[in-house]
Structure formats: C-alpha cells, structure tokens
C-alpha cells in the first residue's frame, strides 16, 4: 500500500503535529505503507505555510525527508472532470504507484472520494476516511 499526500494533508501535518495527517505519515514512516508526494504538492504546502504558520515550513521539511517526492508526468491520464489545477496531483499520485490519494479538498476531489473505478484505481479518500473515521463510520 502507497499513500499519496496532497498539499492540504502536507499543510496540516506540519501545523497540526497532533493531528490525523502526521499520524498518518508517522505510521508510514514505521513501514506500515510508503509515503509519497508530488514536488508540486510540496511547493503548494510550502506557499501556503510561508503565509499562515511561517513557524511550522521546519516541521515540514523534517517529515519531507521521509516521504517520496514525484513529479507528475502530463501524458498520465486524470478524470475528465478533475480541476486543472489538480490534474497534476492526480498524474504525480498515478506516476507514484500510490493506492490511495489522500487529500481535504472535498470541492475538486469530493465526487471521486472512494470511487477507484473512476480513479484508475486510486483509493482517493481523507485522512479520516483513510484511518477509518469518517463521520458515517462515527455516527
């Protein structure tokens, strides 16, 4: 099993050490699953730190050191309906040979979360989701 992070998840983990994300790469990092990200994915969560938790960009270059990082290749295929600016997370998850494409971006990838047939067999779920959280499973 893969794991592909995207921005948000990177985003999250370092500026949430407690949280969901980091326990995610924490148990990947044990061998329970290999870790993976895009270099786009990188820069993004970078950006985004640089601007709300400029204290949190060393907690993520430490848990950068331990997650592979891709680059997406533009001839992969993607959903048609997958939003420009994620078309690139998706071909680096595929290129990755990740199993499931972990993100928080429910607006862009909310209609694939749990539908691998339309994924080209990516898993793509929450971090919740993923650990076996999810609100349904909750209630």
């Known amino acids: 099993m893969k794991l592909f992070f995207d921005a948000n998840v990177l985003f999250t983990a370092a500026h949430n050490p407690a949280g969901k ?3 995610t790469i ?3 990092k044990q061998g329970h699953w290999g870790l993976a990200t895009s270099i786009y994915a990188r820069e993004e969560a970078r950006r985004n730190l640089e ?3 400029p204290q949190s960009l060393a907690v993520l270059d430490l848990l950068l050191a331990d997650i592979q990082l891709v680059e997406h290749h533009p001839a992969f295929p993607f959903p048609a309906s997958l939003a420009k600016k994620d078309q690139p997370i998706f071909q680096a998850a595929l290129a990755s ?11 862009d990838f909310g209609v694939f979360m749990n539908r691998p047939e339309e994924t080209f067999g990516i898993l793509v779920q929450t971090v919740g989701e993923f650990l076996g959280l999810s609100e349904a499973r909750q209630s």
């Open 97 to 107: 040979g990740a199993t499931h494409l972990l993100t928080g971006d429910l607006k």
């Open 51 to 53: 601007r709300k938790f």
């Open 26 to 28: 924490e148990l990947g």
């Open 21 to 23: 994300s980091m326990l």
